[in-house]
C-alpha cells in the first residue's frame, strides 16, 4: 500500500520510498523527499511566485528523463498553477510550488526544479539576470570561479550585486537581483557582458556556445535570460551520478577554490551549510539589493 501522509491538511500519497534513485551513494527517494522537507524554507523561498519546469527523472539519473513545462497528468487540484502563454498554447499553464505540500507532492515525482527569471503573472518582465558559467573540459569549476570573480568586479562596477552558486553539475551561475526589466534588455546586457569577459580573459572564456570553441575554456552562457528559458533553482537537487545540489556559496568559497571537489555539495551537506551560514542566496530576495541596468 502506498503511504499517505498530511502535510499542511493536504493527503498526499509517497511513493516507493526505498527505491535507490542514486546507485552510486545508495540515496533513496526517501531521502529526497527528507532532503527536500528539510531544505524547504529556503528552496521555497527562491521558487516563490515562479512558474516551475520540471525535469523529472523517476528511475534515477541513469533512467528516462524529460523536461516538462506543463502541470503532470494527475496534479492535484489544490496545486497552484498561473498562466503561462505560449506561441503553441495560449492557455498553458504551469506549477508554482507555493508550499510545502506542493513541494513534497513535487518531490515525489522526483523533479529538479527549475524557474525562469521572471515572476508569475510578469512574463518577459525580469528580476534576475543569470550567467551560466559552463567549463568546457580540461576546465573545471576552478577556472568557473577565475570568470566568476572577474563578473562579479565588472558587474559592481554598474552598480550590480551577484551570488553564486554551484549549478549541481560542473559549472557555476551567478545571480543578479534586478529592477523589473524587459528580459530582451536583460539578454542583449548578458550578452555584451559575456563578449568583453571574453575580450578581456581570451585564454579563458567564451560566450559562443560552439564546441569546438569551447576546449579548456569556460562558456558564459547569457542564453538563459531569454523569457523562455530556466535555470536550475537554488537547492534543487540534481539528476547525476551522485544526489549532487544546486548550492549557493560564499564569495570567500569562489576565491580559495582550488579544486572541483571543493565546490562538490551533496545532500547531506545543504542542512549544516544552512544551520551554520543560512542562506547565502538570501541577499536576491531584499529589495534594496536590486539594481539597475545601466
Known amino acids: 500500500m502506498t503511504p499517505i501522509t498530511m502535510v499542511e491538511g493536504r493527503r498526499i500519497a509517497l511513493s516507493n520510498l526505498d527505491k535507490v534513485l542514486y546507485p552510486e551513494t545508495g540515496f533513496t527517494k526517501g531521502e529526497v523527499l527528507h532532503y527536500y522537507a528539510t531544505v524547504a524554507p529556503s ?13 523529472r527523472y523517476p528511475d534515477g539519473p541513469d533512467g528516462q528523463l524529460f523536461f516538462t513545462k506543463n502541470p503532470p497528468p494527475g496534479t492535484p487540484a489544490w496545486v497552484k498553477t498561473t498562466p503561462v502563454p505560449r ?8 506549477v508554482v510550488v ?7 507532492w513535487a518531490a515525489n515525482l522526483v523533479v529538479e526544479f527549475h524557474t525562469p527569471q521572471w515572476p508569475a503573472g510578469h ?6 539576470l543569470i550567467l551560466d558559467l559552463d567549463p568546457g573540459p580540461p576546465a573545471t569549476a576552478v577556472e568557473c570561479c577565475a570568470v566568476a570573480l572577474w ?10 550585486y551577484a551570488c553564486a552558486k554551484t549549478s549541481g553539475s560542473k559549472g557555476l551561475h551567478l545571480a543578479v537581483p534586478l529592477e523589473p526589466t524587459p528580459s530582451e534588455q536583460v539578454s542583449a546586457y548578458a550578452k555584451a557582458l559575456a563578449q568583453e569577459a571574453e575580450r578581456a580573459l581570451p585564454e579563458l572564456v567564451v560566450h559562443r556556445m560552439t564546441k569546438a ?22 537547492y534543487t537537487l540534481r539528476a547525476r551520478a551522485l544526489p549532487t545540489v544546486s548550492t549557493p556559496l560564499a564569495w570567500a568559497e569562489v576565491e580559495t577554490c582550488r579544486t572541483p571537489s571543493d565546490l562538490l555539495f551533496l545532500a547531506d551537506d545543504i542542512p549544516p551549510r544552512l544551520a551554520r551560514d543560512g542562506d547565502l542566496f538570501g541577499p536576491l530576495l531584499l529589495p534594496e539589493r536590486a539594481g539597475r541596468l545601466p
Open 43 to 55: 528552496l521555497l523561498a527562491h521558487v516563490h511566485d515562479r512558474p516551475v519546469s520540471f525535469l
Open 123 to 128: 512574463p518577459a518582465l525580469a528580476d534576475r
Open 151 to 160: 563578473l562579479r568586479e565588472r558587474l559592481a562596477a554598474d552598480g550590480l
Open 213 to 234: 570553441l569551447r576546449a579548456g575554456k569556460v562558456f558564459v552562457d547569457h542564453s538563459q535570460n531569454a523569457a523562455a528559458k530556466t535555470t536550475a533553482a537554488p
Open 98 to 104: 507555493a508550499d510545502m505540500a506542493t513541494l513534497m
Open 87 to 94: 506561441s503553441e498554447d495560449l492557455r498553458a499553464e504551469q
